[in-house]
């Protein structure tokens, strides 16, 4: 394989490469940028932030551990010294982090380059990358469709080919919906067991950050490499985190759930055929199904946009044209500073989830809302932990549908809101996600499933993925004498 | 459930927002319809549902003790719209009152 094409290998195999000396960190990292990124990157717009001398400084630094000379993409809203974080939003306009967040920090340790900053919906709300002020991302696989969000931008820059790993934030489905809608690997860890020290706070307590790859094994390695205890952020676990090095192990005698009532409405006929497809594989795989009934997902989206939008009021309260970014200009005092500068700042969907968030933290209404949300997601917490008396694992829709299109949900925030129906539950929660793609469906988009886990159960989730991936990679053989990635072509 | 003009004008103060008025009536539209959809919770049976926490329970306090890593004024006001010396510069916050 020419230096060309190492863009196209898994990170496992580039990160051995580097380390044996066979090929040159500075070559991997830049071949993403000079074959794929110059096919794709004008028309999706993954990326927000790049910067040449950066990657070959993070070439040049690389080492050889576990992630030697491995570019990756990471989100605007992860703090970083050599580039610019802004959320996707006007308000951080030109803002650099002094430090940099505890898994970029882990990431550079492990001998990963960071490769840019990508594309966001701002602050992270929103399920489509298209409320970025930088405009939007779109889908490698058909360009009037929408990537998924808000970690958009990462996950189409992996199924493009630009990076082999990716870093996103998941609050209620931000990793693993636009995964799913661009046919890569999302995880959604534990929530404690990847830092959130520099990640920009939005939902603090449902807020992980999560892994993009388009293989399982590669999901696994940064999640090792990041994984554990920081003295930064006191809601890591303290324990070390799972050992998921068994990824390749099989899913021999592994039950996984299967709660049918969940899409006996209003989800799309593909996402059916998806996951009855990944089921049949699990059980060639020698796994068992066990069909269930579980609590309809409109009560976890009626939770989440009540605690998230609750914390997300307090957590950004900190942007108010004092310490960070941009600033009205014209500010007579204290007050209209923080009134203008943030009106201004703040995009539509932020200020609405602001006014939402206010509102149920607000005298009068706190108990009715707020205290009602935080009741509920005991309540689910426990239908989860139910749950998995009876199973390993759950397989999921990751979406209700296939990549929508462009334009279809910003006019309607609650339809929107609605697209994170089957991945908001992993975040009350607590509990790990991982979407793992299927194939492509007969309208050329990418169809993938959701598994969730027990806390601490990554280890059988990336199990189960990998088992399907394995399938996937059998029929594409079979299909076309293609074993490689489902990789987008232009159309 | 449907919210009020006056209840999204309150709220927005205390946000720190101001809704222009051409926006005001699609923000009252759009949240009272977010509203109407949480009300879901009220059919979910919550009863001995106490509030869950997410921290470690058993979390203990770190050494108080420096490690090396240090925020200077100057690093840490450069993002800032406007600083002076390692200060954030605000808009006089306290009128000038005769002593």
């Not at chain 1, 939008?309 to 007050?335: I, K, M, W």
């Not at chain 2, 406007?82 to 002593?99: K, T, Y």
Request: glycine content about 10%; overall charge negative.
């Amino acid at each position: 394989m020419s230096a060309t094409e190492l863009w196209r290998r898994s990170a496992a195999r580039n990160a051995a490469e580097v380390r044996a000396g066979a090929v040159k960190a500075a070559d991997v990292v830049e071949s993403g940028w000079e074959g794929p990124a110059r096919i794709w990157e004008a028309d999706v717009h993954a990326v927000v932030h790049e910067d040449g001398p950066a990657r070959a400084a993070g070439a040049r630094a690389a080492g050889s551990g576990a992630l030697a000379g491995v570019p990756v993409l990471v989100k605007d809203n992860l703090c970083t010294t050599d580039y610019p974080t802004t959320c996707g939003s006007r308000i951080l306009a030109g803002w650099r982090s002094p430090y940099d967040a505890t898994v970029i920090r882990r990431l550079r340790e492990a001998g990963a380059v960071v490769a840019g900053k990508g594309n966001m919906d701002e602050f992270a709300m929103g399920s489509s990358t298209e409320f970025s002020c930088y405009g939007p991302t779109r889908n490698p696989y058909d360009l009037n469709r929408v990537p998924g969000g808000s970690s958009g931008g990462p996950a189409a820059a992996v199924a493009y080919g630009l990076v082999s790993l990716a870093l996103g934030s998941d609050t209620g489905g931000s990793v693993r919906q636009p995964a799913a809608f661009c046919g890569v690997f999302g995880l959604k860890p534990t929530y404690g067991r990847l830092s959130r020290y520099g990640l920009v706070a939005f939902g603090s307590s449902l807020d992980q950050v999560g892994i993009f790859a388009r293989h399982a094994g590669d999901i696994a390695l940064a999640y090792s490499a990041l994984a554990g205890p920081d003295r930064f952020d006191a809601t890591t676990r303290l324990d070390p985190a799972p050992d998921v090095s068994g990824w390749a192990q099989g899913v021999k005698g592994l039950r996984f759930g299967w709660p049918q009532n969940l899409w006996k409405a209003g989800v799309a006929s593909e996402v059916v055929e998806g996951l009855e497809q990944a089921a049949s594989w699990l059980e060639k795989a020698g796994a068992t199904r066990v069909t269930f009934d579980f609590l309809p997902g409109e009560y976890a989206v009626a939770t989440y946009y009540l605690v998230a939008t609750a914390e997300a009021s307090s957590n950004l309260a900190r942007f108010d044209g004092v310490r960070y970014g941009f600033r009205h200009p014209d500010t007579p005092d204290v007050r209209a500073l923080y009134t203008r500068t943030r009106s201004a700042g703040f995009g539509p969907e932020v200020q609405r989830r602001f006014l939402l968030g206010t509102y149920a933290l607000s005298a009068g209404y706190y108990d009715a809302y707020y205290l009602t949300a935080q009741k509920a997601r005991t309540r689910i917490r426990r239908e989860y932990q139910e749950a998995f008396a009876r199973c390993d694992l759950m397989l999921m829709p990751a979406a209700p549908t296939t990549a929508f299109r462009l334009g279809e949900k910003t006019e309607d925030p609650l339809e929107m809101y609605l697209s994170d129906i089957f991945t908001i539950g992993a975040n009350l929660a607590g509990i790990p996600g991982l979407t793992v793609p299927v194939g492509i469906g007969k309208g050329g988009l990418p169809l993938a499933v959701q598994l969730l886990g027990p806390e601490d159960g990554e280890g059988a989730l990336l199990r189960a993925g990998r088992a399907v991936e394995v399938r996937g990679e059998i029929q594409r053989l079979e299909a076309s004498h293609e074993s490689e990635f489902a990789w987008p072509t232009r159309r | 459930m449907s919210i009020s003009r006056e209840e999204v004008e309150r709220i927005a103060e205390l946000a720190r927002l101001e809704i222009p008025e051409d926006r005001m009536e699609r923000m009252r539209a759009e949240l009272s319809a977010v509203l109407e959809f949480v009300a879901t919770l009220n059919r979910l049976d919550l009863a001995g549902c106490e509030i869950s926490t997410f921290a470690p329970a058993d979390a203990p306090l770190r050494e108080d003790e420096p490690d090396g890593r240090r925020l200077d004024p100057a690093r840490a006001t450069a993002g800032a719209p406007e600083a002076e010396d390692g200060f954030f510069l605000v808009p006089p916050i306290v009128e000038n009152l005769e002593p």
